[in-house]
């Protein structure tokens, strides 16, 4: 984004000051209905020296570098308000509260109170990896054909995306309340300060939120809730204006005092339920029962060995790691880095790796708790090396290659393929904080304005359209389908990449099933080609899932367009809008933000 663009919404970001020290206080309990006076200091002497290199360094392509902590995240807003909780001595789980909550409001497009989300975190105290797992349930009183219409056809995918029938059981306030719990420092009220202080005070809107809203219009005027907010006087917001949200304000300040309670049931659940169950044209059959019930679930991390390293990440529902884990470990064998990033043949091996992976997570990934899978198989060192040996040839592999394969597994099982779709939101967040500490975190409402239903300030996800609609296919089941209280399988892979037991890289990104891909290149551009964090997340992206080959619209990635054609594959020139964020930790921290996006990293 324009640098200028930037630079504005940090001035409001400055002129609005943030109660900086108040909200990281890590040891005097505070009340969370206690507001900083616009009198009160910034209370971070070196905040626009910090803000100004981050920004410099995104301008100018180089890493952000700095010792102690970091966090980098989409919106510089939500970046500032982690880094005050970092700076005061708060840990990356303190962090990620604030940025979150900031995040729901200054992109409140792609993730919030009303979505769900996936951790990974490696203990600096213990050398101990810990992914928890935020995502959204099915309601239960869901049937296997919510996503269908009376003769049993899949509904069209906006139809069943635009109300209540996509809504389900949030995640991310229990999630915040759980990686608090656990790994926090601070003082739990204080993480709110910054947001209700945004909330409150206005916020001016980016330039791509206004961009967003302008596309989005027509689905937004569906529901007075998100009319009123998103087109006041029935007119889309418009870049740099401010806004204000003091709905989301007073749910911030019932969780700051009553912690996740206060979402999953009183005047907020009650607000949700309402929403959801009336909403005009498509209600949907979430119940207090089900908001009651919500668990965030610990899950054992998936590992897959890459050259020197161990990259780990989300298990199942996520399709995440198991994906980005055995395109990798397909190319373990083959010397990319001797091929380099400009080869055609460097990119027909990570297309296909990544077409035959896709093949492998149609057919066998879904939510482990509700139906049988061979996790551990599917990235078992001796499959993937059979499996990569496919790609031991010259051209692209023809559509009847690519199938799924057989991975080790003590169930003779058959599931039907599956593929979905999915659009633009979500939002990634990488931390490391001075105890050692590292998160990764991808947070999402799944489509651009989630299910367009507000309630309490917040936007309601649609995460039950990454369901497949289907049931069947010619008679077999469907690992993905819906099933009550079962959360639908996820692209989202939050990474974190070890070496030696140790972190060397916090990564993730958004961008539906593309996020493997854009994760997975970023990884081999890091590992392999020898790039620096930012020039890694930079690189263009080329992704391949299910047969055709995307390509990075106006970027350097065109020059492979008729190589790649030559082999044989269908290539198709596009916006690729990645928002990969990323920390590489060495004996220093080097911080990248997606140039694709608004986001910075900040550290010191
Ligand atoms: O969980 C998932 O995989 C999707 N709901 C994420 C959606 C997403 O990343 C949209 N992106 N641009």
Known sequence: MPRSLLAALLCTALAAPLAAQQSADTVAPESATQQPSAAEPVG?????????????????GRPVEAQDWMVAAANPLAAVAGANILRAGGSAADAMVAVQLVLGLVEPQSSGLGGGAFLVWYDGATGELTTLDGRETAPRA???????????EPLKFFDAVVGGRSVGTPGTPALLEEAHRRWGRSNWQSLFSDAI??????????????????EDAERLSRFPATADYFLPGGEPLQEGATLRNPAYAETLRTLAREGAAGFYAGPVAAEILRAVRTAEGNPGVLSAVDLALYQVIERDPVCAAYRAYEVCGMGPPSSGALTVGQILGMLDGYDLAALGPQSAEAWRLIGDASRLAFADRGRYMADSDFVPMPTDGLVEPAYLEERGMILDRTDALPEEGVAPGEPPWDHAF?????????????????????YGNALSMTTTIENGFGSRLMAAGFLLNNELTDFSFRTHRNGVPIANR?????????????????????????????GGSRIIGYVAKSIIAWADWGLDVQQALALPHLVNRFGTYDLEAGTEAGALAEPLSAMGFEVNTRDLTSGLHAIEISDRLLGGADPRREGIALGE
């Open 44 to 60: 971070l002497p070196s905040y626009q020296a910090l803000t100004g290199a981050a920004l410099e360094a995104k301008a100018a």
């Open 142 to 152: 869901a049937t296997p054909r919510l996503f269908q219409d009376e003769t049993g």
């Open 197 to 214: 202080f945004l909330a409150e005070q206005g916020f001016a809107v980016s330039p791509r939120l206004a961009a967003l809203v302008q």
């Open 414 to 434: 058959l599931w039907a393929d599956d593929a979905s779709l999915e659009l633009p939101s979500t939002s990634h967040i990488s931390i490391v904080d001075r």
């Open 482 to 510: 819906v099933e009550p209280g079962k959360r639908p399988r996820s692209s989202m892979s939050p990474t974190i990449v070890m070496q030696d037991g140790k972190p060397v890289l916090v990564i993730g990104s958004p």
